[in-house]
């Protein structure tokens, strides 16, 4: 299994991607969470990325695929894996498939989570995160037993400061725009799968295993 999670901020990509993770035993790979570990780690790429991004820069997309192919070579991602965020745009899509053609490697396919732009915003304001050992809430739908405090492990929640209303709007516009193309590319290569992300969790997770299943 060899798959992209497409949708916008707040669709729920990074919940689904770690329910399959579980499911299929193939790792998630986040593009931010690969630049975090790498500047962590004191990597060569995570050395320059940091140099960037200290400079206010955006991180460009050779050493983002640096890092994807680095993670790629680990050998839990032999067998399949989840790509969560990556790619953006139709740019960083064309440079994917040839890097997984250096592999040998092709898609299976790139499911899309198509989620009304209101829902996102009342999922992103509402998001709450502990502190301590970032299990996430939201005041609208599954808000904590006690306001603020996490029922995992009784540490606090935090709210991001970005995460209100106009910016959120504003990022989805910036989405809009970098997807459309991504979409056309991908049905261009029959392997476009859009599913409704509105819902129950466990029954979009469900959608989403059974169209896997069919690749």
């Not at 299976?108 to 198509?114: H, K, M, N, S, V």
């Not at 995160?129 to 492990?153: H, L, R, W, Y």
């Not at 959120?168 to 516009?173: A, D, N």
């Not at 997807?179 to 029954?203: R, V, W």
Request: aromatic share 6%.
């Amino acid at each position: 299994m060899r798959i992209i999670l497409l949708g916008a901020p707040g669709s729920g990509k990074g919940t689904q991607a770690k329910m399959l993770m579980e499911k299929y035993k193939a790792p998630q790979i986040s593009t931010g969470d690969l630049l975090r570990a790498a500047v962590s780690a004191g990597t060569e790429l995570g050395k320059k990325a940091k140099a960037i991004m200290d400079a206010g820069h955006l991180v460009s997309d050779d050493i983002v695929l640096g890092m994807i192919k680095e993670r790629l070579n680990e050998k839990d991602a032999q067998n399949g894996f989840i790509l969560d965020g990556f790619p953006r745009n139709k740019p960083q899509a064309d440079e994917l498939d040839k890097l997984l053609a250096e592999f040998g490697w092709s898609l299976d396919g790139a499911i899309l989570l198509e989620v009304d732009n209101d829902q996102i915003v009342e999922r992103i304001t509402g998001r709450r995160t502990c502190n301590d050992c970032g299990q996430m809430f939201n005041i609208f739908s599954s808000p904590s037993a006690k306001e603020n405090v996490c029922d995992k492990c009784g540490g606090l929640l935090g709210h991001r400061a970005d995460d209100n209303g106009d910016t959120i709007r504003k990022r989805l516009e910036v989405y809009a725009e970098q997807t459309a193309p991504l979409i056309e590319f991908y049905s261009s290569q029959d392997k476009l799968f859009k599913l409704n992300g509105m819902g129950e969790m466990a029954t979009i997770f469900n959608d989403v295993c059974s169209t896997i299943d069919k690749f």
